[in-house]
């Protein structure tokens, strides 16, 4: 089943202990992203890949890291938490460029930052 | 920054009732595309428009993308309970490799 998976979907953590939220995705897309969907926001691009160990940064970058060391991999790395970065983030991947193609979405990561 | 402007960002109206949900922007999108998410998961793709003036129909929805690809607009006929959840609409931008977002329009329809 073509599919994009995140792990964990749920987590509760203390501000300053890092963590990483892992993306992987079967389809062999060459685009990646991560979104964090906050209410009355919608959704906005954290960072994007175009391809392998090609990431750009997106509308909100601040306080967070990505690698694209593999094609169906794309973890998001979060150094420091902070409340601010509450949040449910989803990881997107789509065929090749993002505005015209299918973005294919994750089941959502839902953070507490305490 | 390019941005969408959903309206109404909430509806609650009774099965068989009509809506229309609206995505504007001053900016001109090289595509537009319409999600609906459901509680629990991410969005899923319902439509892409790319041509201004475009009309796209889906059972009991029908998407327009404007002439001048600014806007756009959803209309659901007969609403049914099945069609709840938030609708988004996105964005993209000529020459970029990103979506941009609107707010979101969280549907209800009532039994």
């Known amino acids: 089943e073509a599919q994009v998976t995140q792990n964990p979907r749920y987590l509760i953590t203390v501000t300053g202990k890092k963590l990483t939220v892992t993306c992987s995705q079967n389809m062999n897309h060459e685009y990646m992203s991560w979104y964090r969907q906050d209410p009355g926001l919608g959704l906005r691009q954290i960072y994007y890949s175009m391809n392998v160990e090609v990431t750009d940064k997106g509308d909100v970058p601040e306080g967070y890291k990505v690698s694209r060391k593999e094609k169906r991999n794309f973890p998001l790395i979060l150094e420091s938490p902070s409340p601010n970065q509450t949040s449910l983030y989803f990881c997107?991947?789509?065929?090749?460029?993002?505005?015209?193609?299918?973005?294919?979405f994750g089941p959502g990561t839902r953070l507490t930052v305490l | 920054t390019q941005l969408l402007e959903q309206s109404p960002q909430f509806l609650s109206i009774q099965e068989g009732e009509n809506l229309t949900v609206y995505c504007n922007s001053s900016?001109?999108?090289?595509?537009l595309q319409w999600y609906r998410q459901e509680p629990g998961e991410g969005p899923v793709l319902l439509v892409t428009?790319?041509?201004?003036?475009e009309v796209k129909k889906l059972k009991r929805l029908t998407f327009q993308f404007g002439d001048a690809r600014k806007d756009s607009s959803l209309h659901i006929t007969a609403a049914q309970p099945g069609d709840t959840g938030l609708y988004l609409c996105?964005?993209?931008?000529?020459?970029?490799?990103?979506?941009?977002f609107g707010q979101g329009t969280r549907l209800t329809i009532n039994p």
């Open positions: 900016s001109v999108f090289s595509s």
């Open positions: 997107a991947s789509s065929l090749w460029q993002a505005s015209y193609n299918e973005q294919f």
């Open positions: 428009v790319v041509t201004g003036g």
């Open positions: 996105a964005g993209g931008i000529q020459g970029a490799q990103k979506l941009v």
